[in-house]
């Protein structure tokens, strides 16, 4: 049964003193790992659990409620990690996040690493690790595993490595080229989902697997590289169903606008990576 985020360390001395101290909220479904965590950072001088949650909306009420330099962050705690740190960091932007990660995954630690993800760990890293990557992530610097270090300086080398406009061309499916000629026209994933007759979450698997398979990090360098690449012409958009009252109507008319032109072209305004639901 969920629980309410609750303040598991109310001790913190004076005011001046304060500031010695790193605080984190844990989150993470499983209440087991939150109480072995706080015995954990109980033995460290300066590391205080102010708070936990084992919701999402309990994460967005503890974030709210206390004070906190660093979130522990359960990936599993939602269907889409990575939206929901890129949300928790726009609504916090001073906040620090390290990932928990059920296991080694490639895609996800590259996707939670583009998107600012502080750190990202393991469910079974060794707790000293764990007491050294939050002092760094709190200091300023980024924390990944041997691993995970390894992907990031092979993706690096493999987009690096490509010569302008020298990336290869690669074959999407029906389905993905309908959705990509929709992002090029500045359509957010609801109106893609209504026009193409899926959802949203859907349409949010499908780029995923086009970004991975073009090579690019958000909807803005996708819509640049279909763009220059001609990857998308031609392909006719279906037209909003008749009981869409009017939903999607702004982008709509932004893709119009964009259509109307004899060149084409991608302002960061019309093409903004879409916010996940809200954390509530």
Known sequence: ???????????????????QFVRVIVADTQAIFRAGLR??????????????????????SA???????????EAALTPNPVDAVVELLRQHSKLRVVVVTPGSDEELTLELFRRGAHGIVSREVEPELLVDCIRKVVAGETWLDTQGIRWVLEAYRNQNNRAPGSRPKVQLTPKETLIVSCVTQGMKNKEIALRVGTTEQVVKNYLRKVYDKLGVADRLELALYCLNHHVVDNTKVPPLPANANGAGSAASANAAAAGAGTSASVTPAVLPPDSPEKLS
């Open 1 to 19: 049964m969920a629980t309410n985020p609750v303040s598991v360390e109310e001790n913190f001395g004076t005011a001046d003193e304060k500031g």
């Open 39 to 60: 015995k954990i950072f109980a033995l460290e001088d300066d590391i205080r659990v102010v708070g936990q949650a084992e919701t999402l909306a309990q994460t967005q």
């Open 63 to 73: 974030l709210a409620k206390f004070s906190a330099d660093l979130l522990i962050f």
